[in-house]
């Protein structure tokens, strides 16, 4: 099964509203990250933040980290039509060597 | 910048046929990832190398899969034969990675969309 799973599933806003995703995972972490992808594209990183971090910025992208819960927000503010794209979360979980995707939330964001 | 560089971008090609992808990393990356992005299953893990040698293949499907990265610049990814079911968009990333850890951030290049017939 998925280390990390992303929640909702899909999510479709306006512009100018904020997005939340979620992303739980099931083993303890060294870090989380966070990428994008649009559409026919590879995957973009966005965000790492590590375990001994609870929240981290970037631009309009806030990112929170609670390691007693094992989950992560992705917070991106006054979206755009431009941020329409899959975001996942990546976990490097004990017991795998490198990082294991979720599979994704599916963003649009209506002009 | 060049990022990391694949070819083709598509792929259709009838069942039994060799498929070969091809991976250009970013230059100075030591290690290099495939990766399968399918609706069913997301984005699973194929093979990953260190510094030109294989780590973990165990996410290779079968042995109709083989990966080689011969030097630090250029790796493929082979199905032969080609089924139906091999289907997907096909991702290389690279990542520099220190101290054992490949769990850093990986840069992924635009992935080669195969259809098998």
């Known amino acids: 099964s998925q280390q990390g799973e992303e929640d909702p599933q899909a999510l479709s806003i306006q512009e100018g509203e904020n997005a939340t995703m979620n992303c739980s995972y099931k083993?303890?972490?060294?870090?989380l990250q966070w990428y994008r992808q649009n559409s026919g594209r590879g995957l973009v990183h966005l965000i790492l933040?590590?375990?001994?971090?609870r929240e981290k910025h970037s631009g309009r992208l806030r990112v929170t980290l609670d390691t007693s819960k094992k989950s992560s927000s992705l917070l991106i503010t006054a979206s755009r039509a431009a941020d329409t794209a899959s975001y996942f979360c990546?976990?490097?979980?004990?017991?795998?060597?490198?990082?294991?995707f979720g599979k994704g939330t599916m963003l649009l964001v209506s002009p | 910048d060049a990022g990391v560089i694949q070819s083709p971008r598509h792929e259709v090609t009838e069942m039994g046929q060799e498929v070969t992808l091809r991976c250009k990393p970013i230059?100075?990356?030591?290690?290099l990832f495939w990766y399968r992005q399918t609706m069913m299953r997301g984005l699973e893990l194929l093979i990953y190398?260190?510094?030109?040698?294989?780590?973990?293949d165990s996410g290779m499907p079968e042995d109709r899969f083989s990966a080689k990265m011969p030097n630090a610049s250029f790796s493929t990814l082979k199905i032969q034969p080609s089924e139906p079911r091999d289907s997907a968009v096909y991702f290389c990333?690279?990542?520099?990675?220190?101290?054992?850890?490949?769990?850093?951030?990986?840069?992924f290049g635009p992935g080669t969309r195969l259809l098998v017939l």
């Open positions: 990333a690279s990542s520099l990675v220190a101290g054992g850890s490949y769990s850093e951030t990986q840069y």
């Open positions: 083993t303890s972490i060294n870090n």
């Open positions: 933040i590590r375990s001994n971090e």
């Open positions: 990546a976990t490097d979980a004990l017991g795998y060597s490198t990082l294991t």
């Open positions: 230059s100075g990356h030591n290690s």
């Open positions: 190398f260190n510094n030109n040698v294989p780590i973990d």
